[in-house]
């Protein structure tokens, strides 16, 4: 069936921020943990609530960005975020977002890692395209850790106006060789979690799993 005119005109593409998470090891992951499923829309639950709440701080804080609105969706074990806006109030947005989510996952042992990106996007339900979606799917599994990086196009767009809530790390760990990338959302675990005994618990610790939990460590412990 062809589209007319008037459906096509209704799918907007805005330009925002776009994040792409998804959890490590979920595949197999029911062998251990038989309420994957319920821990993860757990997650995806409470990540609305605070999209919602941080979104609606920032908008009010950061002039030029009142009415900002963030939506996040799920796919399996891929979420995505996205926030129409300004570069800088829409990437805090997700900077905020994402240092909730990531001890979260933590905590409920199905960490995550990913890309936050800014562009041009147009979403459908759980149907998205863009330049902003394509570069955030390309990096969201690049990197060899739990954690978030910020991708060329929203250091490009930031200009050096980094959110409080990223920081610079120049050892982010990706796969392969590296690629001069050295901006990720800055996070850490309160006081009263156990790193090390969360980190024993999501064994096996065969080569390449335990060196996603030490290359975490690493930037952990970096302070």
């Known amino acids: 069936m062809e589209l007319n005119e008037c459906q096509i005109s209704k799918i907007q593409t805005k330009s925002g921020a776009v994040t792409f998470l998804d959890v490590l090891g979920w595949k197999g992951i029911w062998a251990k943990q038989h309420d994957a499923i319920n821990r993860l829309h757990g997650l995806v639950m409470e990540m609305k609530e605070v999209a919602?709440?941080?979104t609606l701080r920032i908008s009010h804080e950061i002039p030029g960005a009142r009415g900002m609105t963030t939506n996040v969706l799920s796919i399996s074990d891929t979420i995505a975020i996205f926030t129409?806006?300004?570069p800088r109030p829409a990437i805090e947005a997700h900077a905020a977002i994402c240092q909730y989510a990531i001890p979260d996952s933590i905590r409920r042992r199905i960490p995550l890692r990913g890309a936050t990106a800014y562009g041009d996007f147009s979403i459908?339900?759980?149907?998205?395209v863009g330049a902003a979606v394509d570069e955030s799917a390309s990096w969201h599994e690049a990197t060899d850790w739990i954690g978030v990086i910020l991708t060329p196009s929203a250091i490009y767009h930031l200009r050096g106006d980094f959110p409080d809530n990223s920081a610079q790390y120049l050892n982010?760990?990706?796969k392969g060789k590296k690629y001069g990338l050295d901006r990720c959302i800055d996070w850490n675990l309160g006081q009263d979690?156990?790193?090390n005994r969360i980190f024993l618990?999501?064994?096996p610790h065969v080569p390449e799993i335990a060196l996603k939990y030490l290359n975490t460590l690493d930037f952990l412990n970096r302070r």
């Open 52 to 54: 919602d709440d941080r």
């Open 84 to 86: 129409p806006g300004d």
């Open 124 to 128: 459908k339900e759980n149907i998205m």
């Open 172 to 174: 982010i760990p990706f």
């Open 193 to 195: 979690d156990d790193v």
């Open 201 to 203: 618990e999501m064994g």
